[in-house]
């Protein structure tokens, strides 16, 4: 669990420190006051990079050189990490766990597994098939280790054979080869996907059904790329005279997408934006619950949880939440969004209300929810 986080130099964050952190953690603070980059700092510790577009080094305070971010890790079985990324404006990213220089995002990713669920996250929805595929393949290499390097060889086999396909002279031969070799380790992947979307729905269905049971069922299909009915190497035989014509490979797990209905209409078409922030919640949650129960941890970043639910709704979110026994920060405008009643009990939940980079450490008892 996070105990702590130190930011020195981080947009309008020039030194301050958040913690002690409680299982639950709820930020509020006007627009502009820094909510989002305690968020932002959190993530940076946990993958050395933003959620949000931009210039790493527009990340570092105007005016100064560097931005620091420590934050210190309770151990499950008592003892702690300390962690640490520097970014300098000339030179670039340092990054240190417990006390040693590291090379490694991954072992950082190790330390502090994190979700992050925010206004992008609609994009698991909404957006293109791209998105989806990122949120199975995530899935696919955490539960089943040994299929990165199946992705790997497919990629390589995939653009060596849009390579030549782009040729206007074709080496049957060598075509061949990459063609064999895409078709193997295309099923591997695919067949990897569809594992973990089935127990993703597991998990999943209990969840939604919680978060929205007002939507009916949701069904979450998986769409491979290719012709359900037949092998990825019959199908890339039958478009071999179109894939030279097109020059690229038309169809496999590049174009393989999940389909999302309700009441067999799109979900992304259909439903409210409420509900749909409710989807995305349930499948974020289903994702915490996978990796939880993997990992034994994970610390979930939801920036402006109420924002496009109603009070009842937020609540649910905030009760599932609570049930999953994960580390949550939470960001919200005012102080009464949340009430702390909703994650837990008052020692599990702390609240914090930053103004203009500063952070204060709120006593709900002595604040009374009277500071919105
Ligand atoms: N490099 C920078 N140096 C100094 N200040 C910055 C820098 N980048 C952004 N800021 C300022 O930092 C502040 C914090 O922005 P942040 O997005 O964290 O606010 P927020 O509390 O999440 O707001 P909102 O509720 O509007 O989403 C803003 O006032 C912004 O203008």
Request: with cysteine; glycine share 8%; hydrophobic share 40%.
């Amino acid at each position: 669990m996070l105990a702590s986080l130190n930011i020195h130099h981080l947009r309008n964050l020039t030194e301050s420190k958040l913690g002690p952190l409680s299982l639950h953690n709820v930020v509020y603070g006007v627009n502009g006051s820094g909510k989002t980059s305690l968020l932002e700092a959190a993530h940076i510790l946990g993958t050395a990079r933003s959620f949000r577009s931009g210039g790493a080094k527009s990340l570092i305070t105007h005016g100064e050189a560097s931005y620091v971010i420590r934050g210190e890790r309770r151990l499950p079985g008592g003892g702690s990490v300390s962690m640490g990324v520097q970014r300098e404006k000339v030179g670039g990213i340092s990054l240190r766990v417990a006390g040693e220089a590291s090379r490694s995002v991954a072992q950082l990713a190790d330390e502090l597994p994190l979700l992050l669920i925010n206004a992008d996250s609609f994009d698991l929805l909404i957006g293109e098939p791209a998105n989806r595929r990122r949120f199975m393949d995530w899935g696919v290499f955490h539960v089943e280790h040994d299929l990165r390097e199946h992705r790997q060889r497919f990629q390589r086999a995939l653009t060596q054979r849009n390579h030549l396909l782009r040729r206007g002279k074709l080496e049957r031969s060598e075509l061949e080869v990459w063609t064999r070799d895409l078709a193997v380790h295309a099923e591997q992947v695919s067949a990897g996907r569809e594992r973990f979307l089935d127990t993703l729905r597991a998990v999943f269905e209990p969840i939604i059904q919680e978060l929205a049971p007002e939507i009916g069922p949701v069904d979450l299909a998986y769409r491979r790329g290719w012709d359900a009915n037949s092998s990825y190497k019959d199908a890339l035989h039958k478009s071999l005279a179109s894939d030279q014509e097109q020059g690229f490979t038309q169809t496999g797990p590049q174009r393989a997408d999940i389909r999302v209905t309700v009441g067999g209409y799109s979900a992304a078409e259909t439903l409210s934006r409420g509900q749909q922030k409710l989807l995305v919640c349930a499948l974020k949650l289903a994702q915490g619950q996978m990796l939880a129960g993997e990992r034994g941890e994970v610390l979930y970043l939801i920036d402006d949880l109420p924002s496009e639910l109603d009070a009842e709704r937020c609540e649910r979110v905030c009760r599932a939440l609570a049930a999953m026994r994960v580390q949550t920060l939470i960001t919200c405008v005012s102080r009464s969004a949340i009430p702390i009643e909703w994650l837990g009990s008052d020692t599990s939940v702390t609240m914090f209300h930053v103004k203009q980079g500063e952070v204060d450490l709120v006593s709900p008892e002595v604040d009374n929810g009277k500071t919105a």
